[in-house]
């Protein structure tokens, strides 16, 4: 793994399938190192199929996937572990442990790819959800005791405990209130700015395009239609980001922004 590409991730001519049906067809796209791109489409345009595609959870049909300069389809063992340990994912859904407290969740992947000492780790772990804005009263608490955002701000503290390069958050305002989102959205902007992190971001939520994003991708057509700056894409004359950005949410969005 050089991890000399300026490109953190870099798709081209993907072609994904579940049979017969096709759902990227010459798709491309590139994340630069420390940018934050949101990700948005119709329902079922592929978005996170494309994230799975991009971790290597499913093979690409035809194209390339290049994850920190090395092809996924052509990465050994090792070098997958490697691409997972600079990676952090944000699931939709928190995807925290049932049983575990917040800092068993948080602790866990630094047990799993560190040989770390309980001590150190335990002291990485509290560093991590202090950093997401959560208190100490957290830690010994499990996911069924946590609000919908204590919940994100938990699952974000994991993704970040093995200091990723690069995040993966699939929708990580969904079922948040405008407030708590706004504050999400505030956290995310703080960490990838002082953790010169990359992002690659899934969302539905117009205001997180513009309080987040350096850029956004928009899947259309089985493929990335366009990719630009928030301000830019208002600009665009492809209908279906037309109606995303000019329908009332989006003027109400551009607005606030
Ligand atoms: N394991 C699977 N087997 C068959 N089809 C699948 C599978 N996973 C996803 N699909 C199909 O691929 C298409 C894209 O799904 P995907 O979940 O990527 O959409 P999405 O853009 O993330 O949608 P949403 O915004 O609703 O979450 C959908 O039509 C879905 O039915």
Redesign the pocket.
């Given at each position: 793994m050089t991890g000399r590409s300026e490109f953190v991730i870099e798709v081209e001519g993907l072609l994904t399938a579940?049979g017969d049906?096709v759902?990227h067809q010459d798709l491309d796209l590139t994340l630069e190192r420390g940018e934050v791109l949101g990700v948005v489409?119709g329902?079922?345009?592929?978005?996170?199929?494309?994230l799975n595609t991009v971790l290597g959870l499913k093979t690409a049909d035809g194209g390339t996937v290049r994850l920190f300069g090395k092809d996924v389809s052509e990465m050994t063992k090792e070098e997958h572990a490697e691409a997972e340990r600079r990676s952090g994912v944000l699931f939709q859904q928190g995807a925290l442990f049932s049983a575990l407290t917040v800092i068993e969740n948080v602790s866990s992947p630094l047990i799993e790819h560190t040989r770390l000492s309980r001590d150190t780790i335990r002291e990485l772990a509290e560093l991590k959800i202090a950093m997401v804005g959560l208190g100490p009263e957290s830690h010994h608490l499990k996911p069924a005791e946590l609000s919908g955002g204590m919940k994100k701000r938990a699952g974000l503290a994991r993704a970040l405990a093995l200091d990723p390069e690069l995040l993966f958050l699939d929708e990580p305002t969904a079922g948040l209130d405008p407030i708590g989102a706004a504050a999400f959205d505030e956290l995310i902007r703080t960490l990838s700015d002082d953790l010169h992190l990359s992002i690659f971001m899934?969302t539905?939520d117009l205001d997180s395009l513009y309080a987040v994003c350096d850029n956004v991708a928009v899947?259309a057509d089985k493929k990335v239609v366009e990719k630009a700056p928030v301000q830019e894409l208002e600009k665009s004359d492809h209908p279906w980001i037309q109606e995303y950005f000019l329908g009332p949410r989006g003027r109400a969005a551009a607005r606030a922004a």
């Amino acid at each position: 793994m050089t991890g000399r590409s300026e490109f953190v991730i870099e798709v081209e001519g993907l072609l994904t399938a579940f049979g017969d049906r096709v759902i990227h067809q010459d798709l491309d796209l590139t994340l630069e190192r420390g940018e934050v791109l949101g990700v948005v489409g119709g329902s079922g345009s592929g978005k996170t199929v494309l994230l799975n595609t991009v971790l290597g959870l499913k093979t690409a049909d035809g194209g390339t996937v290049r994850l920190f300069g090395k092809d996924v389809s052509e990465m050994t063992k090792e070098e997958h572990a490697e691409a997972e340990r600079r990676s952090g994912v944000l699931f939709q859904q928190g995807a925290l442990f049932s049983a575990l407290t917040v800092i068993e969740n948080v602790s866990s992947p630094l047990i799993e790819h560190t040989r770390l000492s309980r001590d150190t780790i335990r002291e990485l772990a509290e560093l991590k959800i202090a950093m997401v804005g959560l208190g100490p009263e957290s830690h010994h608490l499990k996911p069924a005791e946590l609000s919908g955002g204590m919940k994100k701000r938990a699952g974000l503290a994991r993704a970040l405990a093995l200091d990723p390069e690069l995040l993966f958050l699939d929708e990580p305002t969904a079922g948040l209130d405008p407030i708590g989102a706004a504050a999400f959205d505030e956290l995310i902007r703080t960490l990838s700015d002082d953790l010169h992190l990359s992002i690659f971001m899934i969302t539905h939520d117009l205001d997180s395009l513009y309080a987040v994003c350096d850029n956004v991708a928009v899947l259309a057509d089985k493929k990335v239609v366009e990719k630009a700056p928030v301000q830019e894409l208002e600009k665009s004359d492809h209908p279906w980001i037309q109606e995303y950005f000019l329908g009332p949410r989006g003027r109400a969005a551009a607005r606030a922004a």
